[in-house]
Structures are given as C-alpha cells and as structure tokens.
C-alpha cells in the first residue's frame, strides 16, 4: 500500500471520506475541496497537523460536521461555510492558525478557549467572538454587512496585525481599544470608517494599508508608514 502524507481530495462526488482511514498513520495534511456527502471520517486520522474543509455544495443545499477532538497535532485548520467541526476539550487544542468562514454562534464559544492559536481569520461571521485569546497576534475579519458599533472585544493583549476587509457601518476602531499599539494595521473596502480611533500604532509600524474609506489619507501616522487611497 503506497503511504501519503498530504492528500488532496479535489474534485468529484464522494459518498464519504472512509478511504482515507487506511493512511491514519501516515497523513498529515489534508484538504477537501470535492464534494463530500459525509467527512465524519476526517475523525479517525489523529495524526493530522493541517486540515482544509472546504467541501462543494455544486448548488446542493447541505451542511457538513465533523468531530476534530481526537486530533492532539493539529495546527493549521481552515473551515469552509456550512461546515460545523466540535472540539470536545478546546484547553488541549494545539491549533495556532484558525481560518473560519461563517462562524456559528456555538464556534465563538470554542474560539474564546483555543490556547494557542496565533493567527485567526474571520471570514462572513455570523457572530464575532466578544474575547479574542491572547495568544492571538494576527486577527483578521472581513465580510460584516451590519458592524455592531457596541462591539468591545476583550483579550486583545498580544494582537500586532489587524486586518480589516468589506465591512459595512464602522465608523471607528473602539472595539478594539484593549489592544497594543500595532506593528500593522491594514483597511480595505470601510466605507464608513472615519477615523482609526481606538488603536494605535508603534513607532515602528510597518505599514497602514488603507483603501476605499472615507478621508483616508489623513491618518498616515509617521513617515515609515504609507497609505494607499481607493
């Protein structure tokens, strides 16, 4: 039997992913892009480090779930709408980067107790998380059509990138106020947003990316930053 250690399930109809259980001992990336009636198998392969659902509805109303507990490796996992993934015990999780598109109210809970997980994209939520880990350096959200202007988050302490795309009704950065001055902070596509007030940036930012906001060339905060107006 020919052993894989990255498998990706590309294209096609597949009844499940049971196949895959042969390589358990071996796989450790995997990416389901394909259509898939059933990924419940995803569960019986404990030595995954990376793991991409993003399975193809092909126009089909259908949602996915899946069990990851029994994945003591995992690292590096990227979820796809309509998919649903349980994390029994989130304190013995080892994720570190977490790609979550549509985000259910019930994941916010499981996302707030991730220990380790250092770079988190938003994509389309349902919900934010009021409490991003402290762990978190890099956070990223993009896809909101009604921004929550009361939204305050908490545990924001070690957060240096902030990126923020296609958001509709925020007028300003408080919800972020608990952070530390940022290394980079990027905008795109914030009509709405006036001012970055809330956040800071260190002396040594990078860079402020700014594009399609109101008045953006304004907040260039020192001359190692640049701005870019759309």
């Not at 020919?2 to 597949?14: C, M, N, Q, T």
């Not at 030595?47 to 003591?72: E, K, Y």
């Amino acid at each position: 039997m020919r052993k894989h250690a990255s498998v990706h399930v590309l294209e096609g109809d597949f009844a499940d992913l049971e196949f895959l259980k042969s390589q358990a001992d071996w796989l450790v990336d995997l990416t389901v892009t394909a259509f898939v009636d059933d990924i419940s198998a995803v569960s019986s392969l404990p030595r995954l480090r990376r793991l991409a659902l993003w399975p193809t509805s092909t126009g089909r109303r259908h949602t996915w779930s899946a069990d990851l507990s029994n994945m003591p490796a995992l690292q590096d996992l990227s979820v796809g709408p309509a998919v649903q993934v349980r994390l029994t015990d989130s304190s013995q999780c080892t994720i570190r980067r977490l790609h979550v598109d549509r985000i259910t109210t019930e994941f916010c809970t499981t996302v707030q107790a991730l220990p380790h997980v250092e770079d988190l994209r938003l994509d389309n939520p349902q919900q934010l998380p009021s409490f991003i880990p402290e762990s978190v350096h890099d956070l990223s959200i993009s896809g909101i059509k009604h921004w929550n202007s009361a939204l305050q988050f908490d545990g924001v302490g070690g957060l240096r990138y902030l990126q923020l795309e296609n958001i509709r009704g925020m007028t300003d950065l408080r919800a972020f106020a608990a952070a530390p001055p940022l290394g980079r902070l990027y905008i795109h596509d914030c009509p709405e947003l006036r001012s970055i007030d809330g956040v800071s940036l260190a002396p040594d930012a990078d860079h402020l990316f700014v594009g399609g906001v109101h008045s953006a060339r304004r907040w260039v905060p020192n001359g190692r930053s640049r701005s870019a107006h759309a």
